[in-house]
């Protein structure tokens, strides 16, 4: 298995299982996704020269500056069990870790059996908050600690990537998680 950044050849895998789990990882424009490549922010998983997964992460968020987050996870669905989920998790938090950041956090839909991987991989059930207007599915918050004891996950409040409100907070300045040699 090789974990590397995902670079714009990888594009067209990331943008198809993108598509193929919409609804359990949610939507990203095209133009969005290649931008995340550019920046280095795509951690993507090959096992036998096959293409087989990816996560897209952001090394901080808005308010809370040593919090990295992972926005989308997704392997593809015959090389699940195989442990890249998980290879891929331990490659970010570990570069996460290096980076400075003391925790690694997602947001998963209560219905979905990732929420498993999520406890499988490390990660503590912090909060859940409501779901959105469009499927009103609630969603829980998955907290991993990096350079923090688990008992003071829950001290950062849980509003995630989209701040209060829910609304879109951009990010003002662009921080590489990645080397350009991973």
């Given at each position: 298995?090789e974990?590397?950044?995902?670079?714009?050849?990888?594009?067209?895998?990331?943008?198809?299982?993108?598509?193929?789990?919409?609804?359990?990882i949610?939507?990203?424009?095209?133009?969005?996704?290649?931008?995340?490549?550019?920046?280095?922010?795509?951690?993507?998983?090959?096992?036998?020269?096959?293409?087989?997964?990816?996560?897209?992460?952001q090394?901080?968020?808005?308010?809370?500056?040593?919090t990295?987050?992972i926005?989308?996870?997704?392997?593809r669905?015959?090389?699940?069990?195989m442990?890249?989920?998980?290879?891929?998790?331990?490659?970010?938090?570990?570069?996460?870790?290096?980076?400075?950041?003391?925790?690694?956090?997602c947001?998963?839909?209560?219905?979905?059996?990732?929420?498993?991987?999520?406890?499988?991989?490390?990660?503590?059930?912090?909060?859940?908050?409501?779901?959105?207007?469009?499927?009103?599915?609630?969603?829980a918050?998955?907290?991993?600690?990096?350079n923090?004891?688990?008992?003071?996950?829950?001290?950062?409040?849980?509003?995630?990537?989209?701040?209060?409100?829910?609304?879109f907070?951009?990010?003002?300045?662009?921080?590489?998680?990645f080397?350009?040699?991973?």
């Amino acid at each position: 298995m090789e974990i590397r950044t995902a670079t714009q050849a990888d594009y067209a895998f990331i943008k198809d299982i993108q598509n193929k789990h919409r609804d359990e990882i949610g939507f990203i424009p095209p133009g969005a996704t290649q931008r995340e490549i550019e920046w280095g922010h795509i951690l993507f998983a090959e096992e036998n020269d096959d293409d087989a997964g990816f996560l897209l992460v952001q090394p901080t968020l808005g308010g809370q500056r040593t919090t990295a987050a992972i926005i989308q996870a997704a392997v593809r669905m015959d090389a699940r069990r195989m442990k890249i989920g998980l290879a891929l998790v331990a490659a970010i938090a570990a570069k996460a870790k290096s980076a400075g950041s003391t925790i690694l956090q997602c947001w998963c839909r209560n219905d979905l059996d990732a929420n498993m991987f999520w406890h499988a991989a490390g990660f503590h059930h912090i909060a859940t908050r409501k779901g959105g207007t469009i499927k009103g599915i609630p969603c829980a918050l998955w907290r991993l600690p990096l350079n923090i004891p688990a008992d003071a996950l829950s001290i950062l409040p849980a509003e995630g990537r989209n701040g209060p409100g829910g609304r879109f907070q951009r990010r003002v300045k662009r921080l590489p998680l990645f080397d350009a040699q991973t």
